[in-house]
C-alpha cells in the first residue's frame, strides 16, 4: 500500500478587480460569491482563473492552508489583501497557465473536477451537489451558466482575515524570489509549495502570515447569507458601459475635463469642499479664475491627467482607475524615477506659486496607493520624502458627492453633454464602492436577473 506525500501550499491569487467585476453579468465574475455565505452558510472559494486548484497526484497531495488574495506583483514584492485559512479543497484539478482552448482534455478536466466537488459537497449535506448551492436561492448553476469553462468552486473556507491596509511581502533574497515570482500573475494564479526545490520561501511567507493573523494589522471577517431584501442598489446600465469604457482612465479625464471646462468655478470649490474632507491646505482666495487642460504635456516630465492653474496656484490631478504610480528610466541611466517625484520637483522649483497634488482613484484602490506612497516613504530621506506627503488621495466617492450635488447646474441648453449627466453620476458612483460593495452589488444584479429569467419576466413591458 502506498503511502500519500502530503506537500504544504499557499496559493497567491490575484482578484479580477473593478472592471471586470462590474460587468459581472457579460463575464460571469464568479469571485463574486468569495465575500458572502450560501443559503446554508457556508464559505465557499472560487480560484481565479477557472476555478482551479493545484496540481495533485496520487503520490503527492499538495494541502492548501492558505489562500492569499493580493496585488500583482511589482519590484519583486506584493502586497497582500485578505488570508484566508482553508477547511478543504473541493477539488484538486490544475488547469493550464496559457490561455483555455476549451478541447476535450480541458472539457474532461473539468467534468472531473465537477464530479470531484458533487462528492465532496455530498459530504457537507448537499444532497444534489453543485445544484443544491445557492445565492438568495438561486442555485450556483443557474447563476452561472458557463459550467463547460469553468470550475464553480475550488474550496470551503475556515476562517478569513482581512488586513487594515495591504501589507507588503517583499522576497529580496534571489533563491526565495525565484521560488515565488517564477509566476508573474498574468493569470492571476501563483503558490508556493514545502516540498520543492526551494522550500525556503514556504517556510518564510508561511511565518509571515501566521505572524500577521496574530497582529491588529487584521481583523477577522463575519460574513452573511446573502439578503435579498437589503438596501442595495441595482445599478443601471449607461453609455460609458455601452461602449465598454468603465475602466478608462482617459475616460474619466476627459469627463472631469469637460465637467471642470464648462464650470470653471467648480475647479475652486471642488478644490475647497477636499479641503474640508481631507484636510487639504488651501486658501480659497487663490482659487478664482481659474483655467484647466487635460493630458497636459511636459517636455521631460510627463502627462498630467488635469493641470488647473492660475497666477498664483498649481493644481495637479492624476486619475488613478486601474494603474499604479508610473516610473520613466532616467536618460542615459538604469535609475528610474516615478511620476509623483517628477511632478512635484518641476512645479516646486518652477515658481513660487502654491501646488496642490491630488490623486484621484477608485475608493477599492485608496489603501493600495496609501501602501505605494508609504514605501516610497520609507525609501527616501526627509527632505525628499516631503514629495510623497505631499500627495492628497481623494476617492471617487468623493467626486460622486460634489457633482451629485451640482448635478442640476448642468441641466442647460449650452452644456452639450447634459443629457449624459445621470450616467456620469451613476459611473462614479460605482467606482466609489469597496470591492466588496462592488461584490454585493453585482450579485444581487445577478440574482435579480436570473429570477426574472426564470420566471419568464425578461423583456417584457409592465
Not at 85 to 107: C, F, G, M, Y
Amino acid at each position: 500500500m502506498s503511502i500519500i506525500e502530503n506537500e504544504g501550499c499557499i496559493i497567491l491569487n490575484k482578484p479580477f478587480i473593478g472592471g471586470y467585476i462590474d460587468r459581472s453579468n457579460e463575464n460571469e465574475a464568479h469571485e463574486l460569491i468569495n465575500f458572502f455565505l450560501d443559503d446554508e452558510g457556508k464559505h465557499f472559494i472560487y480560484c481565479s482563473p477557472y476555478g482551479q486548484n493545484v496540481k495533485s497526484t496520487k503520490k503527492k497531495e499538495k494541502r492548501v492552508e492558505y489562500f492569499i488574495f493580493t496585488s500583482n506583483t511589482k519590484n519583486k514584492s506584493f502586497y497582500i489583501e485578505y488570508i484566508v485559512k482553508i477547511d478543504r479543497a473541493l477539488h484538486n484539478v490544475s488547469l493550464p497557465k496559457q490561455t483555455l482552448k476549451h478541447d476535450e482534455t480541458i472539457k474532461n478536466k473539468i467534468t472531473e473536477a465537477q464530479k470531484q466537488i458533487d462528492e465532496n459537497l455530498k459530504k457537507l449535506g448537499y444532497k444534489k451537489g453543485i445544484e443544491d448551492v445557492k445565492y438568495g436561492g438561486i442555485s450556483i448553476k443557474d447563476l452561472f451558466t458557463d459550467s463547460i469553462k469553468v470550475i464553480p468552486l475550488t474550496f470551503l473556507a475556515k476562517e478569513i482575515y482581512k488586513v487594515t491596509s495591504p501589507i507588503k511581502i517583499e522576497f529580496l533574497d534571489g533563491e526565495d524570489a525565484e521560488e515565488i515570482f517564477d509566476y508573474n500573475f498574468q493569470r492571476n494564479f501563483g503558490y508556493v509549495t514545502s516540498k520543492s526545490k526551494k522550500p525556503k520561501a514556504y517556510k518564510t511567507l508561511e511565518k509571515k502570515i501566521e505572524d500577521i493573523i496574530q497582529t491588529d494589522k487584521v481583523e477577522k471577517q463575519t460574513f452573511e447569507k446573502f439578503v435579498l431584501n437589503k438596501n442595495v442598489t441595482i445599478k443601471e446600465v449607461t453609455f460609458i458601459d455601452l461602449i465598454s469604457m468603465f475602466r478608462q482612465e482617459e475616460c474619466y479625464t476627459q469627463i472631469l475635463y469637460k465637467l471642470f471646462d464648462y464650470k470653471k468655478e467648480f475647479i475652486g470649490e471642488f478644490v475647497e469642499f477636499l479641503a474640508k474632507e481631507k484636510k487639504i491646505g488651501c486658501d480659497s482666495a487663490v482659487l478664482n479664475g481659474l483655467e484647466i487642460k487635460a493630458e497636459y504635456a511636459i517636455e521631460g516630465v510627463g502627462r498630467l491627467d488635469l493641470y488647473a492653474y492660475n497666477s498664483s496656484v498649481n493644481i495637479i490631478m492624476e486619475n488613478k482607475i486601474d494603474s499604479g504610480i508610473n516610473y520613466k528610466k532616467v536618460k542615459n541611466t538604469e535609475e528610474k524615477i516615478d511620476q509623483l517625484k517628477r511632478y512635484y520637483e518641476y512645479f516646486e522649483e518652477k515658481n513660487a506659486a502654491k501646488n496642490i497634488y491630488i490623486l484621484i482613484c477608485p475608493d477599492e484602490k485608496i489603501s493600495y496607493l496609501e501602501a505605494e506612497i508609504k514605501s516610497l516613504i520609507q525609501q527616501e530621506e526627509d527632505k525628499n520624502s516631503r514629495c510623497y506627503k505631499s500627495y492628497n488621495i481623494v476617492g471617487y466617492n468623493l467626486v460622486y458627492e460634489f457633482f451629485k450635488n451640482k448635478k442640476l447646474l448642468y441641466d442647460t441648453k449650452d452644456f452639450e453633454y447634459r443629457k449624459y449627466m445621470d450616467d456620469i453620476i451613476e459611473i462614479f458612483r460605482r467606482l466609489s464602492l469597496t470591492r466588496q460593495q462592488m461584490c454585493e452589488e453585482n450579485l444581487l444584479n445577478n440574482i435579480e436577473k436570473t429570477r426574472e429569467k426564470k420566471l419568464g419576466i425578461v423583456g417584457q413591458t409592465p
